[in-house]
């Protein structure tokens, strides 16, 4: 199984706390932790992913943040070395993010305006 991962939510998981947009987003992210933890291929996405499904900012398939958001997928990727719809196994792009994003000091960066930022400090 192959899931789709917005490149953001790379940063997403490693500061997640079990708060969320609602209970049912809040419920699909723990089981996608937990399916991620079995190290399954990902598909990084710059649009709605198998988290998002659950989000009542989904509209159709569609954020209503799009920009925000897509750009912090695009510049995930682009500190990651890694290109939209390319697939890896979720460890090696759990450490990626690790690295070059949130250990270098970059994460507040690249969403520093989102919402939840408080919870990632």
């Not at 939510?9 to 706390?17: D, E």
């Not at 723990?30 to 990084?44: F, G, S, T």
């Amino acid at each position: 199984m192959e899931y789709r991962i917005r490149a953001h939510h790379g940063m997403c998981f490693s500061f997640f706390q079990g708060k969320g947009y609602s209970g049912e987003f809040t419920e699909n992210m723990w089981k996608m932790k937990e399916r991620l933890a079995q190290n399954p291929k990902v598909a990084l996405v710059c649009g709605t992913d198998d988290v998002c499904a659950h989000c009542p900012n989904n509209q159709e398939g569609v954020c209503n943040s799009s920009d925000k958001v897509e750009a912090y997928d695009r510049q995930v990727l682009a500190l990651c070395g890694l290109s939209e719809n390319e697939s890896l196994y979720w460890d090696a792009f759990a450490t990626l993010v690790q690295r070059q994003i949130i250990a270098s000091g970059r994460r507040e960066s690249i969403c520093g305006d989102c919402e939840w930022n408080e919870l990632c400090r």
